[in-house]
């Protein structure tokens, strides 16, 4: 291979291993870790779901706040307790995450399988 072949390689593997790499005070937790959560007051739980999937199935005490809308609405949580955010998958609840940490949230937990996982 040629440098140049190199040099887009490394920046491809640097650009993938960034966006997948977890985030500093982000944790990922299982489903029975988020419910074990649930008698402590100290903890707010998001669902980042669209409305529609919120209804048609969804836990109690996760408040809904679609991804789309959460970064506008993020204010409206305390940034000094901890958030357990959760989706269908995993995936959006990540990006959730991700934005928390820039808004200046701390502690932060990504249900693992989201919703899919529950049990």
């Known amino acids: 291979m040629s440098l140049i072949q190199w040099i887009i390689l490394i920046v491809i593997v640097a650009f993938f291993g960034v966006r997948f790499m977890p985030v500093k005070g982000i944790m990922n937790i299982s489903v029975q870790e988020a419910k074990n959560k649930f008698k402590d007051h100290n903890v707010q739980f998001i669902d980042v779901r669209t409305p529609g999937e919120y209804k048609a ?14 970064a506008s609405e993020a204010g ?17 609840s990540a990006k959730a995450a991700k934005i928390l940490k820039k808004k200046g949230f701390q502690k932060i937990s990504n249900v693992k399988g989201g919703m899919g996982a529950w049990i």
Not at 58 to 68: A, D, E, G, M, Y
Not at 76 to 92: N, W
């Open 57 to 70: 199935n969804h836990r109690k005490p996760f408040q809904n706040i679609p991804l789309s809308n959460l």
């Open 76 to 92: 409206s949580l305390d940034k000094e307790k901890e958030v357990v955010v959760i989706c269908q998958s995993g995936m959006r």
